[in-house]
């Protein structure tokens, strides 16, 4: 037992990358065997996922379960893994999300085998990204990851799948190549500084809290940006945004659950995880820049959500507005704001999945996403449309479901430092409902009028045991938020005490990048 603990992390990263390389030995004819083994090596990872939240400390604000094995000793190359209350949950809504992505790619015929090997890949690239704790490990798996959504997206998407994933793929290529010589600079610079020549990201962190490393302005500031632009292209934070939409709406049912439930994260992630802690002073500078693009974002992304005829397009600007508001409260510098934020990021991965979960079974009945195609399902689709409601209300924040907390939280931490940017947030909370429920109504309600729904069936059991799980967390997180609040605490305090400097430097300077 104490070999597993010790290297769960490594277990739960790892478990999707057997199930895939066992799949590389099927015969391809063996369709049933090959989706209940991707199924098993998923949903493996959740179990495992789940032993992790059960033996993690709340109470430790530092990474635990840690595992430091030396790599590449010449470059000061480790196996670094760690979690903390930041990273926790994320790993477990990765695990959660991919077995019902399994499910919901049950009807998928053409190139089986390698489909599900790319998505077992994916898995292990998202879960290694919220698990390092290396530089250098962290950025093949942020590089790991692109390679299988990009086949995802290119080859079982729709019509338009080869321009979607090219633009997907150059988008995040362009801030990766920006991330990796942000990364050798600051691997070098803390060389030269220490003598200790290191992409450990502890101990870089370390020296910089403990001033054996200082960064000069300069440098702090190019290096913030490199971080920065990376993380906003894969939030994606307007005026990044644009990739996202046609990714989205070209990729297959499981290709969206995890791009809006887990990639967008990987984002928001990098922003909490290094952007802030090891550049407290240029993010301080620069937060009020990013706050007002994060409103732009917010208002912007539900504008247009408002005006699409495609389901899947409508949902997609949604997340354009949700991760406004997690860049918001990230920025915020508060701790119900940053709290808020993580929180935000799960209640997102949890409601826009299931959206894009009922946008696919609707599709694969019927082979269309627009609007003006339906009206009165639920004189059909009675529980498919119970199952809608429930997690449209979950969407638009209603209070007793998942997110309405995380949206509170960031609109409460954003006040305390400007009222008129918590203001011009909550305008965006008022058009989610304008846009959410004007889409259920047209869908749902009314008369069925159009001929070809009139035989729709409702749910069947594979699509049940899809849904059911994600409505328990709607519920879970929405009434009982401490139990996933509670283990973010001490993490988050810790790094709002990493990000005290550059607030009292800001304060005291604001212009202290040009005066150095």
């Known amino acids: 037992m104490e070999f597993f603990t010790s290297n769960i ?7 999707p990358a057997a199930g895939a390389l066992l ?46 094995v030396p790599w ?22 990765t695990t959660l999300l991919t077995p019902l992505s399994v499910l919901a790619s049950w009807s998928i015929q053409d190139r089986l085998k390698e489909y599900f090997i790319f998505l077992l890949s994916l898995e292990t690239g998202m879960i290694g990204v919220f698990a390092s704790l290396d530089f250098f490990l962290f950025y093949v798996f942020w590089e790991v990851m692109l390679v299988p ?3 995802l997206i290119g080859v079982w998407g729709g019509e338009r799948r080869i321009y979607a994933a090219m633009k997907f ?5 362009i801030g990766s190549v920006l991330m990796l010589v942000a990364i050798i600079a600051l691997y070098f610079i803390h060389g030269n500084a220490t003598g200790i020549f290191t992409f450990s990201y502890p101990q870089i962190q370390s020296a910089l809290a403990s001033g054996r490393l200082v960064l000069r302005p300069a440098i702090e500031l190019w290096l913030f940006i490199a971080f920065f632009l990376a993380f906003a292209i894969k939030v994606p934070l307007f005026p990044f945004h644009t990739w996202l939409p046609d990714a989205h709406v070209e990729a297959p049912t499981a290709g969206s659950v995890l791009l809006a439930g887990v990639l967008l994260k990987m984002g928001t992630y990098g922003l909490v995880r290094f952007s802030l802690p090891l550049f407290p002073h240029i993010s301080h500078l620069f937060a009020p820049l990013i706050s007002l693009l994060a409103i732009v974002g917010i208002i912007y992304g539900a504008l247009v959500a408002m005006v699409q005829p495609d389901m899947k397009k409508l949902v997609a600007y949604s997340s354009v507005s949700h991760l406004g508001f997690i860049v918001l409260g990230i920025f915020s510098f508060t701790i119900q704001g940053l709290e808020g934020a993580i929180y935000q990021m799960l209640n997102h991965g949890v409601s826009t999945g299931a959206l894009f979960l009922l946008v696919g079974i609707i599709y694969d009945r019927r082979h269309t996403r627009l609007i003006e195609e339906f009206g009165g399902l639920a004189n059909r689709m009675p529980v498919y449309a119970a199952f809608f409601l429930i997690v449209t209300l979950s969407s638009i924040g209603l209070p007793g479901l998942n997110g309405f907390v995380g949206e509170f939280l960031v609109l409460l931490g954003t ?37 070809r729904n009139a035989g729709l069936p409702d749910l069947a059991g594979r699509e049940h045991a899809m849904l059911v799980p994600i409505l328990v967390m709607i519920f879970w997180m929405g009434m009982y938020s401490s139990y996933f609040l509670r283990p973010m605490d001490a993490s988050v305090m810790k790094l709002m005490n990493q990000t005290q400097a550059g607030r009292v430097e800001y304060a005291t300077n604001p212009n202290f990048v040009a005066s150095k």
Do not use: C
Not at 9 to 15: A, D, G, Q
Not at 420 to 447: E, K
């Open 23 to 68: 799949l590389l030995f099927y015969d391809r004819e063996h369709a049933r065997s090959i989706r209940i083994s991707a199924l098993i090596f998923t949903f493996l990872a959740f179990v495992f996922s789940l032993y992790l939240v059960a033996r993690f400390d709340s109470s430790n604000p530092d990474f635990q379960f840690g595992l430091k």
């Open 415 to 451: 006040f305390g430092v400007n009222a008129s940017r918590a203001a011009f947030a909550a305008v965006g909370v008022v058009l989610s409902a304008i846009y959410m429920l004007w889409m259920y109504q047209r869908v749902m309600w009314g008369r069925l009028e159009n001929d």
């Open 169 to 173: 793929v150059l988008y995040t290529m």
């Open 72 to 93: 590449i000793r010449s470059l000061g190359i480790d196996y670094s893994m760690g979690v903390d209350g930041i990273s926790l949950f994320l790993i477990l809504l």
């Open 9 to 15: 992390l490594t277990i739960v990263t790892f478990t």
């Open 149 to 151: 959504m990009y086949f």
